[in-house]
């Protein structure tokens, strides 16, 4: 059978705490499920949570109790909670794709990192991104190699390019070189530019496009998060928007894109569209 279900989630992660957003996850990961969808994509640095807006304390020779919050949940990559996503997809036969914040276990480095969970063959690999732009450097590593490229699935190829990633001409094209059908595309840029950015690679690429935003309110933050002045205090003022949207191989939208709440979005794909 060559139709399958996906779904991506634009959902956002709470605060920087871990439970509480697994809670979240397993929730959107059962509501797929339900909706009989055979893979679930995540946004960016969901597990640990993308720090939009945050500084840090950013200081030469200085400390911040908020980065080092941050630095605490971030998680290894194979870990505890990969194990747990691992029994997750396996109870629900459901193919994850979860971006996390990956802490290195040699060097304590943190990274944008995305992970692929199997539901028979488990942790399948994950994609390091390569490079941290602009700010992001003070607080990201950066990779130089291509250990972390596509993957295997029940005979697809399946990728993920990292927000910014996707401005890099060389990595779509070896990407597509690769022959990838599932494009899974986490990350933190909302503008209505996006979405046409999005249906040029699914054209440029010939294959499914499943981009997925979080969608943030300041209430979703820790008390003293940089962001929260400028809101004037009001716990439901937007701050990661959204955007999130399912694409196929023509360039045709088939789901989204999602405006102003979180969700689930859900479509059908005939991967003979990617041959």
């Not at 979240?24 to 949570?49: T, W």
């Not at 870990?79 to 290195?104: A, H, M, Y």
């Not at 060097?107 to 602009?134: C, M, N, Q, W």
Request: hydrophobic letters at 35%; proline letters at 5%.
């Amino acid at each position: 059978m060559s139709t399958i279900r996906v779904s991506v989630a634009q959902v956002s992660a709470y605060k920087f705490e871990l439970e509480p957003t697994m809670t979240k996850l397993e929730s959107y990961v059962k509501q797929a499920r339900e909706q009989n969808s055979r893979l679930v994509v995540f946004p960016e640095a969901f597990i640990g949570r993308h720090p939009k807006h945050s500084t840090f304390g950013t200081v030469f020779e200085g400390s911040s109790p908020e980065y080092a919050r941050y630095h605490k949940h971030a998680i290894a990559v194979p870990g505890p909670v990969t194990d747990r996503l691992v029994t997750l997809s396996k109870e629900n036969d459901i193919l994850l794709v979860v971006g996390v914040v990956e802490r290195d276990k040699l060097t304590d480095t943190l990274y944008r990192s995305t992970v692929y969970i199997d539901p028979d063959e488990g942790y399948i690999g994950k994609h390091k991104k390569f490079i941290a732009s602009s700010s992001d450097r003070a607080i990201w590593g950066e990779i130089a190699d291509s250990s972390t490229l596509p993957a295997n699935r029940d005979g697809h190829r399946i990728s993920t390019v990292i927000c910014w990633e996707n401005y890099m001409p060389v990595l779509r094209t070896f990407m597509y070189s690769q022959g990838v059908q599932l494009y899974c595309e986490p990350t933190v840029d909302h503008r209505d530019i996006w979405q046409s950015n999005m249906q040029r690679i699914a054209l440029e690429g010939q294959c499914f496009v499943f981009a997925t935003c979080q969608f943030t309110r300041q209430k979703d933050y820790p008390e003293g998060h940089a962001g929260n002045d400028s809101d004037g205090g009001d716990p439901e003022a937007p701050h990661s928007l959204d955007g999130s949207v399912i694409i196929s191989p023509l360039g045709t939208i088939l789901a989204g894109p999602l405006r102003g709440d979180e969700g689930l979005l859900t479509a059908d794909i005939d991967m003979e569209e990617t041959t």
